[in-house]
């Protein structure tokens, strides 16, 4: 975490609560550590929830692909990885533009 020490204890001095530091100093001095925490996990819940599926669901992308697999339809894999990846770059998108948000704001550090 990237946050100021100094300023935290500036804001107690001042009589800041708990909930104030939190939002007002906290969080928009690590908004980059969240944002590029949040590229990385993108593809790591994916891949927690296709596992997950692979085990024990009767539905699902994890499923199609395991039964497509069982009884030789590639066709069914392949669409069920083609729609994990488009799934996967709408999420990433998605971070992108909100991290576009944020740089637009002069808070973004």
Do not use: H, W
């Amino acid at each position: 975490m990237r946050t100021d020490t100094d300023l935290i204890k500036m804001a107690k001095t001042f009589g800041a609560n708990k909930l104030q530091i939190l939002t007002q100093i906290v969080l928009p001095a690590n908004r980059a550590t969240f944002i590029n925490s949040l590229k990385v996990n993108i593809g790591l819940s994916l891949v927690g929830v296709i596992s997950g599926e692979f085990l024990v669901s009767k539905a699902g992308l994890g499923y199609l692909i395991v039964y497509g697999g069982q009884v030789f339809k590639l066709d069914l894999v392949m669409a069920s990885i083609i729609i994990l990846c488009i799934v996967a770059a709408l999420m990433y998108g998605a971070v992108i533009l909100l991290e576009r948000m944020f740089k637009r704001t002069k808070k973004f550090r």
